[in-house]
């Protein structure tokens, strides 16, 4: 698979110098040594953000109107491993103009777009959102995408699996959000479902008073699929404080299904220095109390991130 990957790459190099297209090799290499309280220490990959290798391009088509692309994998920095997919994260093409980017192939849905935007802990394995007991789908296969343009800071996006690609057992996924960033302020809100049922509605935002970025997000998941604890809701409270070089980041985050009568909560504390516009370093951990689904996973980590 590192030869596929390889060639794939110089060959697309080459092929936008005789186009002159615009093709860009990018990545991030994100490590990190920490412990789960009661385990042993370990290596993993991914603390602040997914490590990934990918390329993406555009082609101008004049009139305003450009093809895009894009491809991306992720990284295991821990072995070199990747997963069964050649690109897991996107492998998708489209147009982009005026009108919005229209895109279709594997891609992140609408709700993927905006659903950590406001988490503490830089939305990291140290966040405190980590407690949440619902989950969603994040990319999927076959994927038509339409995301607007921007008019007076407000944008949104609409995401939809072609049922014919969706294989057998599976749920096509459908998903959307509307989001606001002008000032100090951003605001999103986010939605998917799939046929048998299962409905995320994910409402965050932040206010930047510089001094701190004051973050919030409440997340509720229904299932009428027939699955255990139908209706879960989640949300988290937190602050990113920049001090120079340094960025500290608090959270509080607490998650409770229907039904039960206790919650699960924790609390992160994150701080990241830069080393470089693409290089920082971090640490930070994540104290667990989990009343309801009853094995606490208290975390404390180092790492390194690169973005090239």
């Not at 090799?25 to 220490?41: F, M, N, P, Q």
């Not at 996006?157 to 998903?175: D, E, M």
């Amino acid at each position: 698979m590192k030869k596929s990957l390889i060639a794939l790459a110089v060959l697309a190099a080459s092929g936008a110098a005789m186009a002159q297209s615009s093709v860009t090799l990018y990545g991030i290499a994100d490590i990190w040594v920490g412990k789960v309280k009661g385990e042993s220490a370990v290596a993993g990959s991914g603390g602040v953000n997914t490590s990934r290798l990918g390329f993406k391009g555009s082609e101008d088509l004049g009139g305003g109107l450009s093809a895009i692309f894009q491809f991306e994998q992720k990284l295991s920095l821990g072995d070199g491993s990747t997963n069964d997919k050649l690109f897991d994260r996107q492998a998708n093409v489209g147009l982009a103009g005026g009108f919005g980017t229209l895109k279709l192939g594997r891609n992140w849905n609408a709700l993927d777009d905006v659903f950590g935007a406001s988490n503490s802990g830089f939305d990291s394995a140290l966040s405190a959102s980590n407690v949440w007991q619902n989950s969603y789908t994040g990319a999927a296969d076959a994927q038509l995408y339409y995301a607007t343009p921007e008019f007076a800071g407000v944008s949104g996006a609409v995401s939809s699996q072609l049922n014919g690609n969706v294989p057998a057992g599976g749920k096509r996924i459908s998903a959307l959000h509307v989001k606001y960033a002008g000032g100090p302020v951003a605001a999103a809100l986010g939605y998917e479902t799939n046929e048998v049922g299962q409905k995320g509605t994910m409402l965050n935002g932040s206010y930047d008073l510089g001094a701190a970025k004051l973050l919030a997000s409440y997340y509720t998941t229904k299932d009428t699929g027939g699955v255990a604890d139908a209706e879960v809701n989640s949300y988290q409270l937190g602050a990113d404080i920049p001090l120079g070089a340094f960025t500290l980041s608090v959270g509080y985050a607490s998650s409770k299904a229907d039904g039960a009568s206790e919650s699960d909560s924790a609390f992160g504390v994150a701080a990241a220095y830069s080393l470089s516009k693409r290089t920082m370093v971090y640490t930070g951990f994540r104290a667990e109390d989990r009343k309801a689904t009853g094995v606490d996973k208290d975390f404390f980590a180092v790492g390194l991130n690169h973005k090239f």
